[in-house]
């Protein structure tokens, strides 16, 4: 009497790892948005480093790729180790390190110090990201892209509100307010808990079952596999070097080129960011819907007409050009993640570790270089010159149909 129990418990069981849990992917997205917005307060002060600490655009390089460079380094090791040993607690105390971070960037009055404050904010990163992002796909059912999209665009909804924050409090304030948005860490730190015994208790049981389901993924030959990974690690290059060129230098070519203040640049850099956040926010369901290779070749190749016009444009023009690129380009990434997770099932911390762990590291080397570059030849025929990158979008042509292969 008891043995029909057993298999209709199981099928419950299963049922509910295809429901899509909102819940825990909209406070992961939250928490995504607070990291990032406290991340992204160190590049919108550069104007004010510069000037406070006399810094050099290679300087200003230097920080960027001490923060990157740490997340990029630790972020695949943390998702490796997540991947063997799940350790859902680590979600909350990651955010000790930003919070130290952002006190020591506060009350740095040394250019060592400041480089310090990036090393730490960059560990923050390491943890929060893989662990989020395998807590995003716990979470998302059979909606992989949706719940990839929600969960970055809390992380590019914070990048936007990070330059707004600036221009309205630390620009007012100066350096030292930085310690007044590191109280947010604890907000997060609180919400991460309970994050985190759900994913204890609910979201391994999940991820292992979606990573046993043969029909999720296509089954492609080791080679195959490896080529593949190369070409997103490429378009991820070319993704993530054109937008440090933005993020990192875009206030300063308006400065320069446009004469703005430092707060009406801002405002400029917050228009992009927020563009990028609604881009990352179509990428995923549309992948979801077309398939992800189409939207990884649209958004990557067909950002280019716009790349190529902006060096020449006018303010006028500057500012919605700007915009349709972040809109573009952004929609890639979300994609390119869930394609990757796809390719190498059961590793979803180790791909997620990698793939954000790439994206803050070519941050960090394209801000060093691109900032060496404009001290030698100006920071006009640097943007000429980064425009031209996003043409590497078209080994996207060479990805394998990884959807076609999983449907038949």
Not at 147 to 170: E, I, K, M, R, W
Not at 364 to 388: K, M, N, T
Request: one cysteine or more.
């Amino acid at each position: 009497m008891d043995e029909p129990v057993v298999p209709r418990r199981t099928e419950r069981a299963v049922s509910r790892t295809d429901d899509t849990v909102f819940a825990v992917i909209l406070a992961i997205s939250f928490c995504h948005l607070l990291n990032d917005m406290m991340q992204a307060l160190l590049p919108a002060i550069y104007p004010d480093l510069k000037t406070d600490f006399g810094l050099s655009f290679g300087q200003i390089g230097i920080v960027t790729l001490v923060y990157q460079l740490t997340a990029s380094i630790l972020q695949p090791l943390v998702g490796l180790y997540a991947d063997r040993r799940p350790t859902p607690l680590a979600l909350p105390g990651g955010t000790v390190f930003t919070l130290a971070g952002l006190v020591v960037i506060a009350f740095a009055h040394h250019y060592l110090l400041l480089l310090g404050g990036a090393m730490l904010l960059g560990v923050g990163s390491s943890v929060f990201h893989p662990e989020s992002s395998r807590v995003a796909r716990m979470a998302a059912g059979g909606r992989h892209g949706l719940a990839q999209s929600l969960f970055q665009v809390g992380g590019n909804a914070g990048q936007a509100l990070g330059p707004l924050a600036a221009a309205l409090v630390v620009v007012r304030w100066g350096q030292s307010s930085l310690a007044f948005f590191a109280l947010l860490a604890l907000l997060s730190a609180a919400i991460l808990w309970q994050v985190g015994t759900w994913y204890k208790h609910h979201g391994l049981a999940r991820l292992s079952v979606g990573a046993a389901h043969p029909s999720w993924h296509a089954r492609l030959p080791p080679g195959a596999v490896r080529r593949a990974m190369g070409v997103l690690l490429t378009l991820v290059f070319s993704k993530y070097v054109y937008l440090a060129s933005l993020t990192s230098y875009f206030t300063f070519y308006l400065i320069h080129r446009f004469g703005l203040s430092v707060r009406d640049a801002q405002l400029e850099l917050f228009a992009f960011s927020a563009a990028v956040a609604a881009g990352t926010m179509l990428g995923g369901p549309l992948g979801d819907r077309i398939g992800r290779k189409r939207v990884i070749w649209i958004s990557i190749a067909g950002t280019l007409p716009f790349t190529l016009a902006l060096p020449y444009a006018s303010l006028f023009w500057t500012g919605p050009l700007v915009v349709v690129v972040g809109l573009i380009l952004a929609s890639a990434f979300p994609a390119i993640v869930v394609f990757a997770q796809e390719l190498v099932p059961g590793q979803v911390g180790m791909v997620s570790g990698i793939f954000f762990g790439l994206a803050f590291g070519l941050g960090g080397l394209g801000a060093a270089g691109l900032g060496a570059l404009a001290d030698a030849i100006g920071i006009e025929r640097v943007y000429r010159l980064c425009s031209f990158l996003p043409l590497i979008g078209l080994l996207a042509a060479f990805l394998p149909d990884i959807e076609r292969r999983a449907s038949a």
